[in-house]
């Protein structure tokens, strides 16, 4: 009985092993034929069983193909996906329970690169870009799937900016001047109900507060090292 | 205007000599005077108003002429009396052996010079400063001082224009009025003699002078060559400027002559004039039929005619031939023995020559015709008469209009008839010919012919204006075609050349511009002769306009209407200046052109301002111009021959008025269907017809339109009146049949349809003026007109949530047109297949209602640019969608994608990519579809609930940024930045994403929360693929589907 159930614990151990650590490299390659200007160039897979994994996209107006792109379908089996274009490595993403659960990063053509964590499908916690150097460019915050924030550095490393999203839409942005380390805040969207009308402190924090909800902002110097999204259903303005 | 006999018609003898009469004497010598003898001396009366010259009779110093200039012309519709002499007179009843002028009691004459005098004298006696004569001078009052021999001012050779002594400042001629007693005639040969305006002629002092005028001629040597042949014919044309006396008072035979009767005047007509006045004449039944060409020479000065045209005497339609110069002079004459005596209606019918690809037609400057009757004369409209279309063999096409002829008794009497045989444009004219037309300012003015009589000072504006002087056909420009004074001014800065309608032909836009009140001016130091024009006109003013060619700045005056004008004219009338030309030269040209001309061109043949290098176009903004070259256009003889010539002037020109006129050409839209043929029907034809519905609607507008009468004022109203019904009918047609027949929800016969009727509007004769080539003219009554046809059959105006059920959203949908139909003619957009299903929906559960409009895929409708190359501003979306905005709970635009595409774009650009449209226009590679304000706007993002993604829709996270950079930003990690310029939107950067930015823009500005968004569906046909019903059905389920569950997310 032992081991029978020894037996059926190793092959458990084994699937499951086996699973999370198969890689699955998909090679795309470019090539300049187009069919339909205005598209440069299009991707074709290496190997036609790769469509599987990866489907082709194509952007467009009034029935032109205009530029082309990829995506790694959903559902695919558990497992780490790499994806290369002309054997160069684009993307790694994590497959567990057929959704992208974990650690991916991307890769791209400037040398820069980000890494992000993906919760069943969804984008979660923070995502990171940094450059070719591998110095933080761009620190993105995601709340329930949502940009909630996007802080921007230079190439030396010193803050440029946070930009506070809501549905996707910038309601704030602090830009770090340069020059003389001026801060410029700017409620730079137009869209007249999001406009903060009120800013407070809460233990420290800072509130700012929409009539869609609250971002709750620790500050260490000007860098942000918290950033929360309320909606308006857990804090009323 | 009360017109006299000249002298006592009972003095008379009572039959002229021959010898003494009006007319050729031979092939070489025409007497241009009537000579007449009387029993005794007889009395000289004022046939009008006027001033007086006197002049010593070169033969007799006992004998003096009388030159009358009159101010009053005969209503006769005859050509201007310029000069009227009276020769032969006794001297001594107008100046006295003394030299002073005879005594009061010889006549009106002295009588009134002794009163002027008198009061003269009265008034400025006892002035020192006022050196007046003992008594009245002929030298002061009468221009008897002027002699061939006289110096200084007095000098005024035989070969000096009298305008010299008429239009001089200084020494004003006496004025006298009509009947008015001048002097006694000698009694044996006296003279009277008529001149008339003509440009080019200049009657001398050696005619006011000599006792008989003649012209001779030697006669021409065997060997004369065609130029001596042409030259003699040209001096023959001196004739046309004067007028047999006896024809010109047998003129009056309807209207009434006054005579003298002893004891003051009796108005004869008719026989009594006949008996007492015409029959003295040798000339009492001989008509003149005086055919005139364009420029006012006769029938077939230049060759182009032919000499000879057909007549019928005999009232039968056996026309025989005539030689217009049958008489060796440019005149036709008819004789009372030539009429047949069967033809009691005494009239002619006469047919012309009609050149291949011309449509002559003939003006009635004064004649009698069948339309109108005998003894008044056709007005208007009626003076112009267009030949057959038929032709004889020879080329001849009858005049439809008979002529009709006086006549007492069965038999014909004098008369003076002159008639114009005029051409209309025509785009291809016969260029060898020796003047030939373009257009209609072409060859207008025979620029050093045209003279300015006044004296004239350097600092003043002078201005002389010759009546009904030419024709302007102007058919193809705006329909209009007329006769025209023309005239010449100058004033300090310019020489200017005007021509306005004498009388029109064609008016359908009734312009009052034929009542212009200027004639011959004469304006103080410092006057400019278009500041007085406008002042006179008063209902427009002057102002400098720019063009924008290929970034070059090129001003042009024009005349705007006056909205400032709180005056009124004096009468009353709103001049557009629209059917008037001028043409200005600096000193400086006209000087360069003058110079060329003496290089260029002999002094005999007239020399005309000619047109070339016209070039119609648009300039960098959309507007419409003229361009064109000045040339001077005229004759030049050359080995023996005469030839045409044309020198450049190197000037050029431009302006915003249509020069060259032709019919409204199809644009590139319009043209891609009627090219095609298939069963040898237009392709546009050929889809209309798929809904016989749309069919009847366009071809029921189309009956409509042509029959409507354009000569009617309400003409315009009327048209309006149509087109706003059948295009709300058109689009109101495609939709029930689309929403009746789901499996066929067609939109190309709309599309074609609307193209069909509007280039049926655009082609109507009615609006020639509005357009050109294939632009319509901004704000031009046609375009006013597209206007509300594209307002009708695009529902731009009819939307209407009245009907929306009770607490459903209100969801505005737009379309587009079909395009790339070069590619493929059968293209449907299934956007506006979208739009009409779902036009007036309801979704589900009564929570949504959709009203539609289609739009057009052109940038001037979107950014209100009439430049093939460039714009950016506001259109159609502002104008139509913008005040929904705060009305409806949804705006969503659609589009067609690619196939199998029903994406939802997020992110929307100002930035556009520019390529062609379907009027093949471009726009500026990555320019902005208009003003965004701040960077903020560079881009938008849509507004659409989420709720929409449900598959197969989707959204499209992608753009690209001012790299160039292709980014999906599906993954969220490379929003785009706030401010960045985005090259291309999720759903490009032509027209979809532009219908979607501009939405966007709206609502981000007047209320963000609004839900707007692009809907980007797929394409259904492939290249060369037909439309299918059932496809386009499913995908109208799908977006309809989309379009629910869209809604829900509200």
Not at chain 1, 195 to 205: A, D, F, M, Y
Not at chain 1, 229 to 234: E, K, N, V
Not at chain 2, 249 to 261: I, P, R, T
Not at chain 2, 349 to 371: Q, V
Request: with cysteine; proline share 4%; glycine share 6%.
């Amino acid at each position: 009985m032992m081991n029978y159930f020894a037996i059926i614990l190793f092959m458990i151990v084994i699937t499951i092993q086996y699973s999370c650590s198969k890689t699955y490299n998909i090679y795309l390659q470019t090539y300049n034929e187009p069919k339909n200007t205005p598209l440069q160039n299009d991707l074709k897979l290496k190997t036609m069983r790769d469509t599987q994994f990866v489907s082709l996209w194509y952007t467009g107006d009034f029935g032109r193909k205009e530029h082309v792109y990829y995506n790694l379908r959903k559902a695919l089996p558990d497992g780490n996906y790499k994806v290369y274009i002309n054997n160069v490595l684009k993307e790694s993403e994590t497959y567990k329970n057929g959704k992208k659960n974990g650690n991916g990063s991307k890769y791209y053509d400037d040398g820069s690169y980000s890494t992000f964590f993906y919760k069943n499908d969804t984008i979660a916690g923070v995502a990171l870009q940094c450059y070719a150097s591998g110095i933080l460019k761009q620190r993105s915050v995601f709340s329930s799937g949502n940009l909630v924030l996007v802080s921007s550095y230079s190439e030396q490393a010193e803050i440029r900016s946070h930009t506070f999203y809501i549905n996707e839409i910038a309601v704030r942005t602090e830009k770090f001047n340069d020059s003389n380390g001026e801060i410029i805040i700017k409620d730079q969207n137009d869209n007249k109900n999001e406009v903060t009308n009120r800013e407070s402190k809460i233990n420290g924090q800072k509130l700012y507060m929409y009539p869609k909800g609250n971002f709750i902002v620790k500050y260490s110097n000007n860098n942000i090292v918290d950033c929360k999204w309320i909606p308006t259903a857990g804090l009323k303005n | 205007m009360a017109y006299f006999f000249f002298t006592e018609p009972d003095k008379l003898q009572e039959i002229q000599h021959q010898d003494n009469a009006y007319g050729p004497i031979s092939e070489n010598e025409y007497r241009l005077v009537n000579l007449y003898s009387a029993t005794t001396s007889p009395k000289a009366f004022a046939v009008s108003g006027g001033n007086l010259l006197v002049q010593e009779n070169s033969a007799n110093a006992d004998l003096v002429n009388i030159v009358l200039k009159p101010t009053e012309q005969p209503d006769l519709d005859l050509p201007k009396i310029s000069y009227i002499i009276y020769k032969n007179i006794l001297k001594s009843s107008i100046i006295d052996s003394q030299g002073i002028i005879a005594d009061r009691s010889q006549n009106t004459l002295t009588k009134k010079i002794w009163e002027s005098f008198d009061l003269q004298t009265a008034a400025f006696g006892d002035n020192p400063d006022v050196d007046l004569p003992d008594n009245p001078l002929p030298e002061d009052v009468l221009g008897y001082n002027y002699s061939s021999t006289g110096t200084g001012e007095d000098l005024a050779l035989d070969s000096d224009s009298l305008d010299l002594a008429f239009y001089n400042n200084v020494n004003t001629l006496f004025f006298i009025t009509a009947g008015d007693y001048l002097g006694d005639f000698q009694a044996d040969k006296f003279g009277f003699l008529i001149t008339t305006e003509k440009i080019g002629s200049n009657l001398s002092f050696k005619a006011a002078r000599e006792a008989e005028t003649k012209l001779s001629f030697t006669a021409l040597s065997l060997d004369a060559t065609d130029a001596d042949k042409f030259k003699r014919k040209h001096d023959k044309e001196d004739i046309l400027s004067y007028l047999d006396s006896c024809a010109f008072f047998g003129s009056f035979y309807a209207k009434g002559l006054n005579v003298d009767n002893g004891s003051g005047s009796d108005v004869l007509t008719g026989q009594d004039l006949f008996d007492q006045i015409t029959s003295k004449h040798y000339n009492k039944d001989k008509v003149y039929i005086d055919i005139r060409n364009e420029y006012y020479d006769s029938l077939n000065y230049y060759d182009d005619l032919g000499d000879n045209l057909y007549w019928s005497l005999d009232n039968t339609e056996n026309l025989v031939q005539v030689n217009y110069y049958r008489d060796n002079w440019p005149v036709l004459t008819l004789n009372n023995s030539e009429v047949d005596s069967a033809n009691t209606d005494k009239n002619i019918k006469l047919s012309f020559i009609k050149n291949e690809g011309t449509t002559p037609l003939i003006y009635f400057k004064r004649a009698y015709n069948e339309d109108v009757g005998i003894g008044d004369l056709p007005q208007g409209k009626d003076k112009f008469v267009e030949l057959a279309d038929e032709t004889d063999e020879n080329g001849f096409a009858i005049l439809p209009s008979d002529i009709l002829l006086p006549s007492l008794n069965n038999e014909i009497i004098a008369n003076y008839f002159q008639l114009k045989y005029f051409s209309k444009i025509t785009d291809d004219p016969d260029e060898t010919a020796l003047i030939s037309k373009r257009a209609y300012p072409d060859n207008l003015f025979p620029i050093f012919d045209m003279s300015i009589p006044f004296n004239q000072a350097s600092t003043g504006s002078y201005f002389k204006l010759y009546y009904d002087s030419s024709y302007i056909d102007k058919t193809l420009v705006n329909t209009a075609d007329f006769s025209v004074n023309i005239g010449i001014a100058k004033d300090p800065e310019l020489t200017t050349l005007i021509a306005f309608p004498f009388t029109y032909n064609n008016n359908v836009q009734r312009n009052a511009d034929n009542i212009i009140p200027i004639g011959g001016m004469e304006e103080p130091a410092g006057s400019l002769f278009l500041n007085s024009l406008i002042q006179k006109a008063n209902s427009v003013k002057l102002v400098k306009g720019s063009f924008l060619i290929d970034g070059v700045s090129r001003d042009y005056l024009k005349f705007e209407p006056n909205d400032d004008n709180t005056t009124t004219n004096q009468i009353g009338q709103n001049y557009t200046f629209d059917d008037v030309a001028i043409i200005t030269l600096t000193d400086s040209e006209f000087a360069a052109i003058k110079a060329i001309k003496e290089t260029e061109f002999p002094d005999n043949y007239k020399v005309y301002l000619g047109l070339d290098n016209i070039v119609a176009g648009t300039d960098d903004l959309g507007v419409s111009y003229t361009m064109f070259k000045y040339v001077l256009k005229g004759i030049k003889e050359d080995n023996g021959s005469i030839v045409q010539h044309s020198a450049d002037t190197n000037i050029d020109a431009i302006t915003d008025l249509k020069i060259i006129g032709q019919e409204y050409q199809r644009n590139p839209e319009e043209l891609v269907g009627f090219v095609n043929l298939i069963d040898g029907k237009t392709r546009e034809d050929s889809f209309i017809e798929k809904i016989i519905d749309i069919k009847t609607v366009v071809d029921d507008f189309i009956t409509q339109i042509k029959g409507v009468d354009i000569n009617q004022p309400s003409a315009n109203d009327i048209i309006t009146s149509i087109a706003k019904k059948s295009f709300t009918l058109l689009w109101s047609t495609a939709k029930t049949y689309v929403q009746a027949n789901p499996s066929n929800p067609d939109d190309r016969p709309l599309y074609w349809g609307r193209l069909k009727m509007q280039v049926a509007l655009k082609q109507l004769p009615f609006f020639r003026s509005s357009v050109i080539g294939s632009n319509v003219i901004t704000d031009s009554p046609l375009d006013q007109l597209i206007l509300i046809s594209e307002e009708c059959s695009r529902n731009y105006l009819n939307v209407s949530f009245a009907a929306a059920p009770t607490g459903s959203k209100k969801i505005l949908v737009t379309g587009f047109d079909p395009f790339s139909l070069a590619d493929n003619i059968e293209q449907s957009n299934p956007s506006g297949c979208c739009a009409l299903a779902l036009a007036d929906s309801i979704i589900a559960d009564n929570i949504g209602y959709i009203q539609t409009m289609i739009v057009p895929v052109r940038y001037p409708d979107f950014d209100s640019s009439k430049s093939s190359t460039e714009g950016m501003g506001t259109g159609i979306i502002e104008k139509y969608v913008g005040p929904w905005i705060n009305e409806v709970d949804m705006i969503i635009t659609i589009s067609q994608s690619l196939p199998g595409d029903y994406n939802i774009d997020k992110y929307s650009t100002a930035t556009r990519r520019g390529d062609g449209d379907n009027l093949n226009y471009q726009r500026v590679r990555l320019s902005h579809c208009m003003d965004i304000g701040d960077s903020s706007n560079e881009w938008i993002i849509t507004t659409l609930p989420a709720s929409f993604i449900v598959a197969p829709v989707k959204y499209n996270w992608t753009y690209v940024d001012a790299t160039g950079a292709f980014i999906d930003n599906s993954d969220q990690l490379h929003p785009p930045q706030e401010g960045a310029v985005l090259n291309e939107g999720s759903g490009s950067n032509y027209l979809s994403n532009e219908i979607f930015y501009r939405v966007a823009h709206l609502r981000k500005t007047a209320r963000p929360e609004l839900p707007t968004g692009h809907f980007h569906i797929s394409k259904l046909q492939s290249s060369g693929q037909d439309f299918s019903g059932t496809q386009t059905q499913d995908l109208i389920t799908k977006v309809k589907t989309g379009i629910s569950s869209g809604v829900t997310g509200l």
